[in-house]
């Protein structure tokens, strides 16, 4: 009977504590070829000031630079900041998954494309006709407070790598 009695209590303290947690992003979602905003080329280097340019990832991304000064919000909501930045995928490769490191889950979250169902942990970009240019997406970062270190992790096929982006703030 003492153990039922333990056991409820951990239920009750374990169920307070989830209803405490701020609400997460859904899991993730497949970004389908319609949402591309435009075409463009490759790679893709955004600026030519090294400070503002786009980075490539495994060959197949061009992300945005490792730091964004400027952060929007508060707006009510979850995920009351936000910083837009665009994404570009290399033609042909794909599918492209992004996904915020397990650490940052609870800080931050992500969303490219159009449809507006966001933020996500997590994205999947479809694969798109093969060619010689990119592929532009619209999105960007959501932040629970004006400012954090967000680590991305960007998978292609077997290959994956962490990038690290200063949102609001350096890394």
């Known amino acids: 009977m003492k153990s039922l009695a333990v056991l409820l209590v951990l239920l009750v303290l374990t169920g307070a504590a989830f209803a405490a947690t701020p609400s997460a992003p859904p899991p993730g979602r497949t ?19 090294p400070e503002q340019r786009y980075r490539i990832v495994l060959g197949a991304v061009s992300v945005p630079p490792a730091y964004m000064p400027q952060v929007e919000g508060p707006e009510p909501g979850a995920w009351p900041y936000w910083r837009k930045s665009g994404l570009v995928v290399k033609a042909g490769a794909g599918p492209v998954t992004v996904s915020v490191a397990p650490a940052a889950r609870g800080r931050a979250a992500i969303e490219w494309g159009n449809a507006g169902h966001g933020p996500f942990n997590s994205i999947r970009l479809a694969r798109c006709a093969n060619g010689s240019g990119g592929y532009a997406y619209a999105g960007g970062f959501s932040l629970r407070s004006p400012s954090a270190c967000v680590p991305l992790i960007f998978r292609v096929g077997s290959r994956s790598e ?10």
């Open 31 to 49: 970004i389908p070829c319609k949402e591309i905003i435009l075409g463009t080329k490759w790679p893709y280097i955004g600026n030519r000031q």
């Open 162 to 171: 962490t990038v690290r982006f200063g949102v609001g703030r350096r890394c």
